[in-house]
């Protein structure tokens, strides 16, 4: 408990040197922050999951946790940054030693950054096995040819894991087979087969659109089993909805405070507004919500980090700490009145990036349709 | 060189302040942070053991609370932490700490301590100061930099209306560290796991207790201060108003 709270102090002193003004400067321009990436980076922090043996800190997911959720609480968006902390999660389970040696060692000190994971595709969305990237084995290296959409980071990145049919779906038995992850090296592949389109969204959230024209991959950056791509896939996704849950978790704490400091500062009426119940209600019930989605997200992780099942607890922990923050949005942004849709606020910028985990990395109806048929056991709705 | 770097933990600068029941100092239930001139202080003695090799050693004195500087201390890069564990510490004033800091230190043989020019919260710059003239050695504020020169230091101090003045000494020596001289370093996360693991010495109260006296100074009631609106209409041709302003500006408001 004291690591943690060692890591809650310095992660938060760490974001003081990036206040407010400097994320809504970037939001403005729609820039990466990359100040605030390698001073985290240099600090050791995207390094969190990497075990010691490659020059990581060797902590768990409760860890990465805090520090994600101490970001966001700060005003700040981890987004920019916080696949390298788990996307590497494949690699280190599924990869060859030497791959590992090759590999995590670069990740951990930030001079390879693995942060773009491209599985999403234009006409296949969340019905992930029907996805149509194509990679087909040519000797000694598979030929790409297909196209990703909402790849974040991937003009921040040096490598992309990459999730493709390596055998089509009418050859396999069940359809989650025949799927593969591979390294694609980004610098070496741009303008060899690989283009990268940035897209404008209402975040400030570095994603793009990724076109293979039969891009070149060498066998050798199968990660894992050709053909068990899906397997890994669904090996990573806990640890990502966790780490996501903790960043909603310290954007509802963040909202909380904010509209709690403004509520007791702003006086109508000759009192506070935050004096009157139709203000501090909504607030209180946010506040209440947030506290209890976090106890879902330390749960989750406790029992991520002990290595037990946790898909039905790190979905719920998504699930409710999503709903948490994007209720405490809502009720900051009430809070403030006009002043909530002014820049200088924050609010109105917050208000934006905590809407997409609504829908990002997973949208909140097919956790629910998990839970329904997984653990209540009620017939499969899709 | 071995350097002791004195750190105070300080209510945090945006903390809600509330005075306690006898109105002598705020109440405890406020977040806490290291004193930012020890930041300074703690930043500048990392950079001198980086260039000339030794043991950087941080000292607080306060409840378990304190320890929490000593362990961002120890996460930057300090070797070992000495933490004057007692509530009583809280209500000490400059003397009776500088006392406790300087028998605390009895058998550890420094070539420097550093402190922050003075503390956030009571603002003193008394603690540094106090301790060289206890310890009999010499000492400096408001320290810009510091070289090292043949048998002692050279060190740059800020003087009023941007003059600064060059001073050379020997060791062993006292320094207080002005705020801003360096970049702070934040911690990093290989820091505060190996934090864990370094030596952390807790004094309490009756070890140094024979060092002390009656405090010195007390606070005797601390005020919040009362906001008030009064308006005062001038009256008068331009020329008469102007001179009754700059008559209130300079004799009541004192602002020119």
């Not at chain 1, 924050?346 to 329904?372: C, G, H, M, W």
Request: proline share 4%; hydrophobic share 40%; with cysteine.
């Amino acid at each position: 408990m004291e690591l943690h709270s060692q890591l809650k102090a310095a992660v938060g002193e760490l974001c003081r040197g990036f206040p407010d003004a400097y994320w809504r400067e970037l939001d403005a321009r729609r820039a990466y922050p990359s100040e605030f990436v390698e001073t985290l980076t240099k600090a050791g922090y995207m390094a969190t999951l990497i075990p010691e043996e490659y020059g990581g800190a060797g902590l768990g997911l409760t860890e990465a946790a805090i520090i994600l959720e101490e970001i966001h609480r700060s005003g700040g968006n981890a987004a920019a940054c916080h696949a390298q902390m788990y996307i590497m999660g494949t690699l280190l389970r599924h990869g060859s030693a030497e791959q590992k040696k090759q590999y995590l060692p670069k990740i951990a000190s930030g001079e390879l950054r693995l942060q773009a994971f491209a599985v999403s595709e234009p006409t296949t969305g969340s019905d992930t096995t029907k996805l149509k990237t194509l990679a087909t084995r040519k000797g000694d290296r598979y030929v790409v040819k297909g196209q990703k959409i909402w790849i974040s980071r991937a003009e921040h990145s040096d490598l992309m894991l990459l999730l493709a049919r390596t055998t089509p779906v009418e050859q396999v038995k069940k359809r989650t087979e025949g799927l593969s992850t591979m390294l694609v090296d980004i610098r070496k592949s741009l303008g060899h087969g690989l283009t990268i389109h940035p897209i404008r969204t209402m975040v400030n959230h570095a994603t793009t659109e990724v076109f293979f024209d039969d891009l070149e991959v060498p066998v050798e950056n199968l990660v894992g089993e050709e053909g068990q791509g899906f397997r890994y896939l669904l090996d990573g996704l806990n640890a990502e909805r966790i780490l996501i849950a903790s960043e909603c978790i310290g954007d509802g704490r963040w909202f909380v405070d904010r509209a709690c400091r403004y509520a007791k500062e702003r006086v109508v009426f000759g009192r506070p507004i935050g004096q009157n119940q139709g203000v501090q209600f909504p607030l209180a019930r946010a506040y209440a919500n947030v506290e209890a989605a976090s106890l879902m997200v330390a749960h989750a992780a406790r029992l991520f980090d002990s290595h037990q099942p946790c898909g039905a607890q790190a979905n719920m922990a998504k699930l409710l700490a999503a709903d948490a923050s994007w209720e405490a949005a809502n009720a900051a942004i009430q809070t403030h009145g006009g002043f909530g849709f002014a820049e200088e606020y924050d609010v109105e910028r917050k208000f934006r990036e905590t809407r997409l985990y609504q829908v990002a990395p997973i949208s909140t109806n097919l956790i629910l349709a998990y839970l329904a048929e997984h653990v209540l056991g009620l017939p499969r709705s899709y | 060189m071995k350097i002791l770097v004195c750190m105070k933990q300080v209510p945090q600068k945006d903390a809600p302040l509330k005075l306690n029941e006898g109105g002598t100092w705020i109440r405890e239930d406020v977040s806490y942070e290291v004193n930012e001139p020890d930041a300074y202080a703690l930043e500048e003695a990392l950079r001198q053991k980086e260039k000339h090799g030794g043991e950087v050693v941080v000292i607080t004195a306060g409840p378990a609370r304190a320890q929490q500087v000593l362990r961002e201390g120890l996460a930057k890069g300090a070797d070992r932490a000495i933490h004057l564990d007692d509530n009583a510490f809280v209500g000490m004033d400059a003397m009776n700490i500088s006392k406790a800091f300087v028998a605390a230190i009895k058998d550890d043989k420094f070539d420097l301590i550093f402190t922050g020019l003075q503390s956030d919260d009571y603002g003193y710059a008394q603690t540094g100061v106090i301790m060289a003239e206890l310890l009999g050695w010499p000492h400096a504020t408001i320290i810009m930099e510091i070289q090292k020169s043949d048998g002692g230091i050279k060190v740059k101090r800020e003087l009023e209306s941007g003059f600064f003045q060059h001073v050379g000494m020997p060791l062993p020596a006292v320094l207080t560290i002005q705020s801003g001289i360096n970049k702070l370093r934040y911690a990093t996360l290989l820091g505060i796991k190996q934090a864990k693991n370094k030596p952390l010495r807790k004094v309490t109260l009756d070890e140094v207790k024979s060092s002390l006296s009656d405090n010195m100074q007390k606070v005797e009631k601390l005020y919040i201060p009362q906001k008030s609106k009064k308006t005062e209409m001038l009256e008068g041709s331009p020329a008469e108003v102007a001179k009754k302003l700059v008559e209130k500006l300079r004799n009541e408001v004192r602002v020119i």
